[in-house]
């Protein structure tokens, strides 16, 4: 079963931009790029809204997976 493309480099080199991965002479050709293509713009724009939300959420453990693992470290003994 052949494989189906979903993101062209052109969308990689948008997320590398967007994440500041990208030397200066690849910004210059990805802002004309971006100037130039309606397409690749709203791409850009999309990508900047998801990562924006995803900076938003917060990933903490709840408060008894806490305590299970310091119950568990304060009643571990090694066997040696």
């Known amino acids: 079963m052949p494989m ?3 993101c062209t480099s052109t969308q ?4 590398r931009y ?5 030397s200066s002479s690849e910004n210059v050709f990805i802002e004309q790029s971006l100037l ?4 690749l713009l709203d791409y850009y724009l999309d990508s900047l809204e998801l990562k924006e939300d995803m900076d938003k959420i917060s990933l903490s453990p709840k ?9 568990f470290s304060k009643s571990y003994r090694p066997v040696i």
């Open 4 to 6: 189906t493309q979903t």
């Open 12 to 15: 990689n080199e948008i997320l």
């Open 18 to 22: 967007i994440y500041g991965e990208t």
């Open 36 to 39: 130039n293509d309606n397409e």
């Open 63 to 71: 408060e008894n997976t806490i305590q299970n693992i310091m119950n």
